[in-house]
Every structure is written in C-alpha cells, then in structure tokens.
C-alpha cells in the first residue's frame, strides 16, 4: 500500500539520500543543483513553516519519494515545486503524479503561480510537468538558487 504524509524528523536522511542517488544516477550530482543543498538532510526542519510543505510516499512501511512546495517569490506570490523524487526501483508507476496532484493542491491555497527549475535530459519529469500545465520559460526567474539547472517551467494557479 502506498500513502503520502508530511515528512517528519526522521525521514530526513531517507529522503536526502533519495534526492542525491537520483541525481547521481542522472549525472547531475553537481554543484548549482539540489544536491548541495544546506538543508537537504533537514528537509522536516525546513518545512515546518507556514509557507512551505514537504511530503513523502511510503509504500509498505518505507519512503521511496517525496515532494515539496514552498516560497520562490514571496512579492509576487510564486511557489515552488522542490525536490520531486521518486526512487529507481519505484519509478514508472505513476507514483510522481500522485505526489505532483498533492503538491499542486496544496499550492493552489498559498500562491498565484508555480515554477520548476530542472534539466531536459530529464525526459519524463518534464513530461509530467507538461501534462500538469507547466510551460517552457526562456530563462530562469530572478533569484535562482540552482544555477546549473537548464530548464525553466512556470504554471499559473
């Protein structure tokens, strides 16, 4: 069986090796993407604030993904879908839309539009991300955080 709950304290390793092992696996274990990111081992603490969720997926007792909405733009009231990963042995199974359908639920409720920063040789997230209405950006927004990242997506809510 698998369900999505809020991460708590002690997903937070599960998910930061998630999040480095897939990118990994896509060779984009490199500086200007979330695998360097100062909170990626504290996901729970990063996401306690009213701003911002994160979510997990267990299936049988076990994390195998997870995803996060929170602040890009605060002034103009654009969110941000963060750290979308499911795990290897997982994938294929429509897991991601499960989890893209509570994030853009939650979304809807705190912001006006919803960015993406991500790679086109990741083929079937930005395929995903089209099917749920995201459209291709030029470049990045102002304020980028992940400046090796090529593929820029934004979706009015």
């Not at 490199?30 to 996901?43: I, K, Q, R």
């Not at 941000?80 to 994030?103: C, D, F, P, S, W």
């Not at 997230?125 to 980028?144: I, M, Q, S, V």
Request: aromatic share 10%; net charge negative; proline share 3%.
């Amino acid at each position: 069986m698998v369900h999505i709950r809020a991460i708590e304290e002690k997903d937070n390793d599960t998910i930061g090796r998630i999040v480095q092992e897939s990118l990994e696996e896509a060779g984009l274990a490199v500086l200007g993407t979330a695998y360097f990111d100062p909170h990626l081992f504290s996901l729970s603490q990063y996401y306690c604030q009213p701003d911002r969720q994160y979510w997990v997926m267990e299936k049988d007792g076990e994390v195998i993904g997870g995803i996060g909405v929170g602040p890009f733009n605060v002034k103009e009231k654009i969110g941000e879908i963060q750290k979308l990963y499911v795990t290897q042995n997982e994938r294929g199974q429509g897991l991601a839309h499960r989890l893209m359908r509570q994030a853009l639920n939650y979304a809807e409720k705190h912001y006006s539009r919803l960015y993406i920063e991500t790679f086109a040789s990741l083929s079937a997230a930005n395929a995903l991300y089209r099917t749920y209405g995201f459209e291709k950006l030029d470049a990045p927004l102002e304020g980028t955080e992940h400046s090796a990242c090529d593929t820029w997506l934004i979706r009015e809510l």
